[in-house]
């Protein structure tokens, strides 16, 4: 039996709703616009911030609650950005934080699974674009 939670069926976590994620999205990017590291990049590269914030809120309800409304690509829009590896620990370390602030410590690593996996998958990607082979750093 597959012991990966990425691949089980339904919710990652039953007491995660849409509001939650809404709030975890809404919070985690005002503060990632305001970083010293990661909030320039963020901020040059999203013109319409409340269109962006219901994107990322479609894109984890529907990795966390399974509902489908995303349907988007989300690595491209990224390939294009200045990205480099500490700016993807900054964001998880921000994610995580946020996430642990919002939902206690056992529903945010349930989140942080998913974001470790991404950032890795994004960062690999980034990297094989610009000729560097990466390996994953965030993925257990």
């Not at 005002?30 to 013109?47: C, K, M, S, T, Y």
């Not at 950005?81 to 900054?90: G, Q």
């Not at 934080?97 to 529903?107: D, L, M, R, S």
């Amino acid at each position: 039996m597959d012991d990966n939670p990425l691949t089980r069926p339904g919710v990652a976590h039953p007491d995660i709703t849409d509001p939650d994620i809404a709030l975890l999205v809404t919070t985690f990017y005002g503060r990632a616009r305001e970083d010293d590291l990661i909030g320039p990049i963020f901020n040059r590269a999203v013109d319409d911030w409340d269109h962006h914030l219901a994107q990322i809120t479609d894109f984890w309800s529907s990795i966390m609650l399974r509902t489908g409304r995303y349907s988007g690509r989300p690595l491209n829009p990224h390939l294009r950005l200045p990205l480099e590896p500490v700016h993807f620990d900054r964001w998880l370390a921000l994610f995580e934080q946020t996430a642990t602030e919002i939902f206690g410590p056992e529903i945010a690593h349930e989140f942080m699974i998913r974001a470790n996996r991404i950032a890795d998958n994004f960062e690999i990607a980034i990297g094989t674009l610009r000729g560097d082979l990466r390996t994953p750093r965030h993925s257990v």
